[in-house]
């Protein structure tokens, strides 16, 4: 069984007034969501994950709209939401529970150097199969997000790091 996991896709990232800003990420999104909608047709679970700040005033604020999936993204109600507190979605949430049956799993998003790859590190060493949708990551450099996977795949080689339209081919096919 497979799952895709969302990382951090929030309102915090495309909001201009964010010190958290990333940019432009439309053509990002519409890559998610062509994901998403294929996952959601051939896999049993879609989790989304989202960061707060505990205590903040100033970003990631609990409770606010900063911290809500973005609009734009195709998140259905029976998807899954799991609020993580620190950088690895796997600390003090249900997000093992959640993964009880899957033993593959899909991951992508935003910060690739920071949560994404922390819950890929975290993932690893639970000896999930992972793939990573590269051209479906984001961070605030390329530089960063060559080293990023440059890094893991050195240090994992067993994690597959592909681009959407390898992964999209790659699948129906099997």
């Known amino acids: 069984m497979k799952a895709l996991i969302l ?26 969501n062509n994901l998403i909608d294929f996952c959601r047709k051939n896999w049993d679970k879609i989790i989304f994950v989202r960061h707060i700040e505990k205590g903040s005033e100033f970003a990631f604020v609990e409770n606010s709209r900063n911290v809500e999936i973005i609009d734009s993204l195709h998140k259905l109600p029976q998807d899954f939401l799991i609020s ?3 950088i690895s979605p796997f600390y003090e949430t ?23 790859r922390s819950l890929i590190q975290d993932a690893y060493d639970r000896d999930f199969v992972i793939t ?8 605030k450099s390329k530089e960063i ?8 795949k050195e ?3 067993e994690i597959n790091f592909i ?9 129906k096919e099997f």
């Open 7 to 32: 990382v951090d896709l929030e309102n915090e990232w495309i909001d201009p007034n964010s010190n958290y800003y990333v940019g432009d990420i439309s053509k990002s999104l519409e890559k998610m």
């Open 163 to 171: 681009d959407l339209s390898e992964f999209l081919q790659v699948t």
């Open 155 to 157: 240090t994992r080689e």
């Open 84 to 86: 993580k507190y620190k």
């Open 94 to 116: 249900n997000l093992v529970e959640e993964l009880a049956w899957i033993q593959e799993i899909i991951v992508g998003w935003i910060l690739t150097n920071l949560c994404v």
């Open 132 to 139: 990573v949708i590269k051209d479906c990551c984001i961070t």
């Open 145 to 152: 997000q060559e080293f990023t996977f440059r890094d893991l």
